[in-house]
């Protein structure tokens, strides 16, 4: 919740998943109590680190709307609400995003609303699919065998090795048996 004696806003943080293609629209609310510290306006960015948020479209207070590529922002200031509408969505618009207000006389944005949106393959399931993934386990189980088995002789191998060494330095010399003497 952020809190400003001249503007006040409800901050939520929402998770959504969408699949490939699909489209998602965000409501980022607002509430001015001084006129003079109106919002200039709005802007819809994507976090690229922990700090940073990269602007993907800002609409001017007066505008109204804007689109830029496949994002649109919209301003409706009868029930103070910017609407911002990702369409066509791809993998690579998964992420966080935030809609931040910027007041008149600030110098920094407030953010209204933060989103987390996951874009999904839809996978159509299939007899052919189903197949494939029991091929997986298959494969899947027969090499975590032949791992565990090739880490058993590994550790037999090892510890006979250790022993040899072991019986080496203690100065036994290992049995070996002795060639048969002749009389």
Known sequence: M???????STYRKNIFIRCIGGSISLNCSYFVMDDSRRPNNFTWCKMITATRCQPVVSVEIDQ??????????KIDQWNREIIVTLVALQLRDSGEYHCETHLQGSTGGNQLSQLTLIVVCVVSHSWYSEVN?????IMTGLLGAKFLTALLI????????SRATEQEIHGQPEQTLAPPTHR
Not at 2 to 8: D, E, G, R, T
Not at 133 to 137: F, P, T
Not at 154 to 161: D, L, T
């Open 133 to 137: 993934l029991s091929v997986l386990c």
């Open 154 to 161: 590994f550790i037999v191998a090892s510890k006979r090795r």
């Open 2 to 8: 952020y809190f400003n004696p001249n503007c006040i």
């Open 64 to 73: 109204i709307v804007n689109t830029q590529g496949r994002t649109r922002i």
